[in-house]
């Protein structure tokens, strides 16, 4: 079994806006805006451009994380002023870190007849120190993460990697992630069985679906993978 992080372990959404509201808030930012939320859109807004150009292989990590700063401030930072800045965001987001309360049940529920690994498309050093500050890490054998890989979701290779590191064929490798096309498609297209954990939004969603097992809470993720032989004995999955 193959998870993704954020948003389908970690509630990143909720710890982002929480933690760029304080930061904000502390370093007199808001009033710039017609409110917090308006502050917060265009936060995720950058977001996403800066981390479709790394996920593209346009940019670093640690330089995508520097032009979401420059680009929200509209100024013209050195890395170490962008660094800065960033570090005393990730103070406030820290603060607002959980999981989400079906996580724990269903990894309890799988434990005994599934080996559990990530793979994520951000780096390393931050999901495996979000892992170990949640309690997680010592539940997974593999943890690969984009920027050290080289290959991001939702290329084949990415996914591949994370078999090949399982010593497993794709076909006996079920992943579970939040997003229907980066994590649900790309799964699928890559052979392994895709589960979309689709929290949010409770309606269709993207063209993923049509590829993916959806799922709106992990309590439902042991019966349906159990219940899946198309890939032979449940207990193959990875």
Same mark, same amino acid.
């Given at each position: %079994?193959?998870?993704?992080?954020?948003?389908?372990?970690?509630?990143?959404?909720?710890?982002?806006?929480?933690? %760029?509201?304080?930061? @904000?808030?502390?370093?007199?930012? @808001?009033?710039?805006?017609?409110?917090?939320? &308006?502050?917060?859109?265009?936060?995720?807004?950058?977001?996403?451009? &800066?981390? =479709?150009?790394?996920?593209?292989?346009?940019? $670093?990590?640690?330089? &995508?994380?520097?032009?979401?700063?420059?680009?929200?401030?509209?100024?013209?930072?050195?890395?170490?002023?962008?660094?800065?800045?960033?570090?005393?965001?990730?103070? *406030?987001?820290?603060?607002?870190?959980?999981?989400?309360?079906?996580?724990?049940?269903?990894?309890?529920?799988?434990?005994?007849?599934?080996? *559990?690994?990530? @793979?994520?498309?951000?780096?390393?050093?931050?999901?495996?120190?979000?892992?170990?500050?949640?309690?997680?890490?010592?539940?997974?054998?593999?943890?690969?993460?984009?920027?050290?890989?080289?290959?991001?979701?939702?290329?084949?290779? =990415?996914?591949? +990697?994370?078999?090949?590191?399982?010593?497993?064929?794709? *076909?006996?490798? +079920?992943?579970?992630?939040?997003?229907?096309?980066?994590?649900? /498609?790309?799964?699928?297209? +890559?052979?392994?069985?895709?589960?979309?954990?689709? !929290?949010?939004?409770?309606?269709? &969603?993207?063209?993923?679906?049509?590829?993916? !097992?959806?799922?709106?809470? @992990?309590?439902?993720?042991?019966?349906?993978? /159990?219940?899946?032989?198309?890939? $032979?004995?449940?207990?193959?999955?990875?």
């Amino acid at each position: %079994m193959v998870w993704d992080v954020d948003d389908t372990l970690f509630d990143y959404t909720t710890a982002d806006r929480e933690g %760029m509201r304080a930061h @904000l808030a502390v370093e007199g930012l @808001l009033a710039g805006y017609d409110g917090p939320e &308006q502050a917060l859109t265009r936060w995720r807004e950058i977001t996403d451009q &800066q981390w =479709a150009r790394f996920s593209a292989g346009e940019v $670093g990590f640690e330089e &995508q994380r520097r032009d979401r700063v420059r680009i929200f401030l509209d100024a013209d930072l050195t890395d170490a002023e962008a660094d800065a800045w960033f570090r005393r965001y990730i103070g *406030h987001y820290e603060a607002a870190w959980s999981l989400f309360p079906d996580v724990l049940p269903a990894l309890e529920a799988l434990s005994a007849s599934h080996r *559990h690994a990530v @793979l994520s498309n951000s780096s390393l050093t931050v999901q495996e120190h979000k892992l170990r500050t949640l309690g997680l890490l010592d539940r997974f054998e593999v943890v690969l993460c984009a920027a050290e890989l080289g290959v991001s979701k939702p290329e084949a290779g =990415a996914f591949l +990697a994370v078999c090949e590191a399982l010593r497993l064929p794709p *076909h006996e490798v +079920a992943y579970v992630g939040d997003h229907p096309e980066i994590d649900g /498609r790309g799964a699928a297209e +890559a052979g392994l069985l895709s589960v979309w954990i689709d !929290r949010r939004t409770g309606s269709a &969603q993207a063209a993923g679906e049509a590829v993916c !097992r959806r799922i709106s809470t @992990l309590a439902e993720l042991p019966a349906l993978v /159990r219940a899946d032989t198309r890939f $032979g004995a449940p207990s193959t999955f990875g």
